[in-house]
């Protein structure tokens, strides 16, 4: 029996909750530039499932890498880490 690799995990903002089931995640990071050696913020959007549409913009939540579930989403989010007030 093989072992699963362990998942993506990324934590990112909820920036849109237009659609049905699926949330725009925004996940932020910094890279230390290759010339410069200052840190660049890296912004990357992702579309997350979200089964119970429970998330708002705002939030911070918990994204884990899955299967295709559409042409764009390949995302699902895991947990809300922090509730938008």
Request: charge should be positive; charged fraction near 35%; aromatic fraction near 6%.
């Amino acid at each position: 029996m093989k072992k699963r690799a362990m998942r993506r995990q990324l934590i990112g903002t909820i920036v849109s909750n237009k659609m049905d089931k699926t949330v725009i995640v925004l996940v932020e990071r910094l890279v230390k530039h290759r010339f410069y050696h200052k840190y660049v913020k890296k912004r990357a959007k992702f579309a997350a499932h979200d089964e119970n549409n429970s998330c708002q913009i705002g939030d911070r939540v918990m994204i884990t890498e899955s299967r295709p579930l559409s042409k764009t989403k390949k995302w699902r989010v895991s947990e809300i880490v922090v509730k938008a007030v």
